[in-house]
């Protein structure tokens, strides 16, 4: 049972690092609202699923601490970062950050979407249903924000590159 | 019954006298004229056109005398309006004859735009592309177009853009106003197009009308409507609206909603029907695929659960789902309360999975309308001159992209197609950046309309971004431009245009454009010689010189794909009143109704889009997609509801949308010079409940100021029947007319910068606002009486109902 608790615990950190990765790019591309609005509401969307696998823990006898919350500085940190964003909007430069910020987000939600299959093979073989299940509707949620990824650098790159 | 009328007061009577009729039967004919000062047989000509200013386009006749329009009336055999018009149709035209029209091209010299010839303005347009193209490529040049110009403009216009300068940035105001009507279409049907007609009006038992204000944005509509509602079988009508309008006061239940609820509400109805079970199961399994996904989503939105978000009874839901489930054919629409909502798709799409799961689609009576806003909106669409391949072609798709290229002449790689077409917002966006840094406005007015419009303004500004600007009136988005290009308006030049059940009507040129204006079609194949824009062999890349020519090319590219213009030209158009798409061998007199045979526009190598993702706006990939090819099934999308990303608090507790009078048209560059409706609803208003006025210490007539995080609109206060905690205030009054400086009147100052994700149509209607008394009375409100209710705010209602 142990090695079931380890890999939820390794999903959980990986979904939470996806979360934080989100909301850090939100910061980062507040002028660019689709990016800034959608990255907010896919960081609640991994706090979700961060929260869905200790539950999940609880049922296999693992306790997983939930990531402690920004503290002040923190939240400090993030207002200063979406405002300096707002100025750096302006910038030509922009397009390339998107692209380096889009590339960070794949890294983490791929580390997430790896996570997800194990965990997925792992509910078959302990023929648990009910986990599956589960396994399986957050795991496609996880593959959902891989498209939007993967649609955003699309989008992105020819502007970002060519002009 | 024919009941000839003439010069009718359209002002004080929106809807005119009632010509009630039964199901079934066909709307009588009332004939709607305005020719001041001339009997019939004193005009010296009658051009037949139809009406340019929303989304019908009635049938109109134009009266020409002395060479200058002088007036209009409806056309009695036309199939949209059988002779009537609103008030907009009937006195618009008379901005044709403003004195202050623009006559000649205008280029800034030393901060001053001044006059000029035609070959000075169009030489320095054309360098100045030519400069970004060599310095930026052919990213670094933008078009943003309206939903205003012809058939023929919007196609040349995209093959300039498209082929010609390969640049994705080619987008249309219609961004603001039909996107998500747009992609509600393709997700569900696999390809745009409404499938009903305007006839499913005379034949439906059951109206549901969400977010549309159809008696103030189509007012002939209304009044086909309003006609049944009058006749002996009246119809049930459901209203899902935040203000109580002249539509919600007819309603047998209106849900007046929190602003940006509109998927909760929808949800808990789906929920309703298909918990009693009012699901036509062998349809719905049959014709479409998602169901099992929708009965899951919808489990958690009871009726209980949507009356607390949605602030409404949740007897009332029931009772509308009753009424909608109990329906035997429904009709039902939308417009702007949905489509400039948040989760604007999401919510759309709900709409036509009502009318799928009650197998209501394609037959007589039984439809969805997901309703244009600005009249010829359908044809950027079709044409591709906004953010979608022309002719519905699916730019994922290479044999498409490839037929495309083979009707152009030139290589599929030149036609960008590595993404979808860049949307408005994006396009400023990237204006914004700096990475356009040509940007070509036609006949629309971004420094008005667009949301938070000091952003907009600085951008327009940009010493680095080089602004030319075309249009009949110096707008004040062309005080800002570097090249003002003087364009000739409806009835000035020839051209066909597209309503919103695809009814194709053609307008003819009925005078002379004032001055040495042109018409668009004119200056685009201009600026295509100059740039010397050519196709892969050398040979002139715009093949044509008129627009029946135009509309020929654009009939072929046409052919096969949903909005096949094939069957159709000039001489038959002219021939007969208004035929709608398709129209080619097998539908030669077009077809009024799609999807007849259940059978929809999803299949694989035939759709438009394969679809999003409705929360995020994610592509789906087309290997995904064609492992599950719907293959003309209908595709069933859920949504969950989500809150708004700005929801009001204590700073800004009210919830502010704006929108449309029934007497102005977008930023009134054209209502605006007509007395009539100029005088009918003259300057700003900002309505609120009489609940949250009393607590806000307004009284009708004061003078209040609108906050929000992002500027500051003023206006006298008007206390409506709108719900407690919205505001509304309309959006046209932006400053060309203004005498003197003297506080922001434009709704644009305040609202913010954010889209739906599926259609990118920027979110009008849910801004957190606070309202603050500034002066008391000093004159009454400006506003029309249309919306009024007493102040009390109760449910009764006095007022223009006729
Ligand atoms: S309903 Fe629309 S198209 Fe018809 S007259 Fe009025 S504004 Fe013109």
């Known amino acids: 049972m142990n090695k079931v608790g380890l890999l939820l615990d390794q999903l959980h950190r990986a979904e939470t690092r996806l979360g934080a990765e989100f909301r850090r790019v939100a910061g980062r591309e507040a ?125 992105a790159s020819p502007q970002a590159l060519l002009t | 019954m024919t009941r000839p009328r003439s010069d009718d007061d359209r002002i004080a009577d929106i809807w005119g006298p009632r010509t009630p009729y039964a199901a079934g039967e066909r709307w009588p004919v009332r004939v709607d004229r305005f020719v001041p000062g001339l009997a019939d047989e004193d005009v010296d000509r009658w051009v037949p056109s139809a009406c340019v200013l929303c989304s019908n386009c009635c049938g109109m006749d134009i009266a020409v005398k002395d060479g200058r329009i002088a007036g209009v009336r409806g056309r009695a055999v036309d199939r949209i309006n059988h002779g009537r018009l609103g008030p907009k149709g009937l006195y618009g035209w008379q901005a044709n004859n403003s004195p202050d029209r623009l ?29 970004a193209l060599d310095r930026h490529g052919r990213l670094g040049l933008g078009f943003y177009n309206t939903g205003q110009l012809f058939l023929e403009e919007y ?45 499913d009006i005379d034949t439906c038992d059951t109206l549901l009308l969400v977010g549309h204000n159809v008696a103030e944005t189509q007012t002939v509509l209304w009044m086909r409507m309003l006609d049944r509602l009058r006749g002996p079988d ?13 539509v919600a006061r007819e309603a047998d239940v209106h849900l007046a909603i929190r602003p940006g ?83 604007a798709t999401a919510a759309a799409v709900q709409i036509n999975n009502i009318n799928l799961i009650r197998g209501m689609i394609g037959r007589p009576g039984c439809t969805v309308f997901q309703m244009n806003g600005q009249p010829t909106a359908q044809n950027t669409r079709e044409t591709g001159a906004n953010g979608s391949l022309t002719a519905f072609l699916n730019f994922q798709n290479d044999e498409h992209v490839e037929s495309l290229a083979r009707h152009w002449n030139v290589r599929p790689i030149d036609i960008p197609h590595w993404w979808e077409p860049t949307h408005a917002m994006e396009i400023f966006r990237f204006c914004e950046q700096g990475s356009i840094r040509f940007l070509w406005v036609l006949c629309t007015n971004p420094a008005v309309s667009l949301p938070e419009l000091h952003r907009i303004r600085s951008i327009l500004d940009q010493k680095r971004l080089f602004l030319v600007v075309q249009d009949a009136f110096l707008t004040e988005t062309a005080e800002l431009a570097d090249v003002v290009l003087p364009a000739a308006m409806w009835g000035e030049k020839t051209g066909t245009y597209t309503n919103a059940d695809r009814t194709v009507h053609l307008s003819d040129k009925a005078v002379e454009p004032p001055g040495e204006a042109r018409a668009d079609l004119d200056i685009l194949l201009d600026y295509a010689r100059r740039m010397d824009l050519r196709d892969k062999d050398g040979a002139p890349l715009v093949k044509w010189s008129t627009p029946e020519e135009a509309f020929g090319h654009f009939a072929a590219v046409s052919r096969d794909r949903p909005c096949d213009y094939s069957g159709l030209s000039y001489a038959k158009l002219r021939d007969r009143d208004g035929i709608s798409w398709p129209c ?219």
């Open chain 1, 31 to 155: 002028a660019d609202q689709e990016v800034y609005y959608v990255c907010r509401d896919l960081a609640r969307q991994c706090d979700e699923r961060a929260a869905a696998i200790r539950r999940l823990g609880t049922r296999y006898g693992r306790s997983i601490a939930a990531p402690s919350g920004p503290g002040p500085l923190r939240t400090a940190l993030t207002e200063l970062r979406r405002r300096a964003s707002c100025l750096l909007g302006r910038q030509r430069i922009s397009g390339l950050l998107l692209l380096r910020d889009l590339r960070a987000l794949f890294l983490a939600a791929q580390a997430a979407n790896v996570a997800w299959i194990a965990v997925g093979q792992l509910a078959q073989a302990l023929k648990d249903g009910e986990m599956l299940t589960l396994v399986n509707g957050l795991h496609k949620e996880n593959l959902t924000q891989i498209k939007w990824i993967k649609s955003k650098v699309r989008e």
């Open chain 2, 103 to 131: 006559t000649r091209p205008l280029v800034r010299r030393r901060g001053r735009l001044v006059e000029t010839d035609w070959d000075t303005a169009m030489n320095l347009v054309a360098e100045r592309s030519r400069r």
């Open chain 2, 155 to 199: 196609y040349t216009l995209a093959v300039i853009a498209r082929a010609g300068l390969g640049t994705p940035h080619l987008d249309g105001n219609t961004r603001l106003c039909t996107a998500t009507a747009e992609w509600a279409l393709v997700e569900t049907f696999g390809s745009d197009g409404n499938p009903g007609s305007y006839t």
């Open chain 2, 234 to 246: 009246r119809p049930r009508l459901v209203v899902i609206d935040p203000r109580l309008t002249p």
């Open chain 2, 261 to 343: 609820t509109n998927v909760m509400i929808l949800n808990a109805i789906l929920h309703e029907l298909i918990a009693r079970d009012r699901v036509d199961h062998e349809w719905v399994a049959r014709h479409t695929v998602g169901f099992d996904a929708l009965a899951d989503v919808v489990r958690d939105h009871p009726p209980e659960r949507a009356a607390e978000v949605c602030g409404v009874e949740a007897a009332d839901i029931r009772e509308a789902a009753r009424i909608i489930g109990a329906g035997r054919r429904l009709v039902s629409t939308a417009l702007q309360g949905v489509y400039q909502s948040h989760q």
């Open chain 2, 584 to 802: 080619n061998e097998r539908f030669p007199d077009g077809r009024e109704r799609l999807y007849t045979d259940g059978v929809f526009g999803t299949g694989a190598d035939y759709c438009e889009s394969f679809g999003h993702d409705l929360e995020t706006g994610a592509a789906n990939e087309p290997d995904e997609y064609r492992a599950h090819d719907p293959a003309g099934r209908a595709i069933i999308k859920a949504a969950h509801y989500k809150p708004p990303h700005e929801p009001v608090d204590e700073d800004y507790p009210l919830q502010l949308s704006t929108g449309r009078t029934v007497y102005h048209w977008h930023t009134r560059t054209k209502t605006g010079r007509a007395g009539q409706l100029q005088d009918a609803a003259p300057r700003v208003w900002v309505e609120l409940n009489p609940d949250d006025a009393r607590s806000l210490g307004v009284a009708e007539g004061d003078l209040v100021r609108v906050e929000s995080r992002r500027g500051i609109v003023h206006g006298p206060a008007r206390l409506t029947g709108i719900r407690p905690g919205a505001v509304f205030v309309p959006f046209h009054y932006g400053y060309w007319d203004r005498r003197e400086a003297g506080p922001r009147t434009a709704a644009n100052e305040v609202t913010r910068t954010e889209w739906d994700p599926v259609s990118k149509q920027p979110i009008f209607k849910v801004t957190a606002v606070r309202v603050v008394r500034v002066a008391g009375r000093r004159a009454p409100a400006p506003a029309p009486e249309a919306g009024r209710v007493p102040a009390a705010g109760a449910h009764t209602v006095e007022g223009r109902t006729p």
